[in-house]
């Protein structure tokens, strides 16, 4: 990669949530401190729900900066779940203080923004920053979807965190859709009224 992640000021950044049926897509920046070191960090999807969590509070206490940015189901319905995606990083990077030099992003898009910056695929298993973004990004939109469990009870949000697993489908047939399910999407689309008119 051009940009090298050891540099000052390099941010790296990456998103959760693309795949779920519900919720918003949360996206985390972070500018990891040289001097700090923590231990650990790897892609969010490889650790333990505990492991992120101590390793998320770590991050928020020695990263020279961080900061949280999301897109909303009303926008991912709008715009697109990868537009949405895009758009969650970069509200994500607009918010860190102190901003960054450069950015490396997660994945092989980079949103539309003024950063020198750089997409690396894989980059949550390459690059210390981005990994470090994957883990505040998913600690976020998990502690979310357990909100989102207690207002709408019986999805089981709690344990499938959104996504389309055979127990979400078959609360989504028995329940209907909620207003926090991606309409979008093909699973929720087709169970909507105007789905089967015609």
Do not use: C
Request: proline residues 6%; without cysteine; glycine residues 8%.
């Amino acid at each position: 990669m051009d940009i090298d992640p050891e540099a000052p000021g390099v941010a790296g950044v990456d998103e959760v949530g693309r795949g779920p049926l519900a919720g918003d897509v949360v996206a985390a920046a972070v500018i990891l401190d040289p001097a700090l070191s923590i231990v650990g960090l790897r892609d969010s999807k490889k650790l333990s729900a505990a492991r992120r969590e101590v390793l998320a509070e770590q991050i928020r206490e020695r990263a020279l900066g961080w900061a949280l940015g999301r897109a909303s189901v009303a926008e991912i319905d709008t715009l697109n779940i990868l537009q949405a995606s895009l758009l969650a990083m970069r509200r994500a990077v607009e918010a860190l203080i102190p901003q960054p030099i450069s950015v490396l992003v997660d994945g092989n898009r980079l949103p539309v923004w003024r950063y020198h910056a750089q997409a690396v695929v894989g980059g949550d298993g390459r690059v210390a920053s981005i990994a470090a973004a994957s883990i505040l990004a998913k600690v976020q939109r998990d502690k979310e979807l357990l909100e989102l469990d207690s207002l709408y009870p019986g999805y089981g949000f709690a344990a499938h965190k959104g996504y389309p697993t055979a127990q979400h489908l078959e609360a989504l047939r028995r329940l209907g859709v909620s207003p926090v399910h991606r309409r979008s999407f093909a699973p929720v689309k087709n169970l909507l009224p105007e789905a089967h008119r015609g």
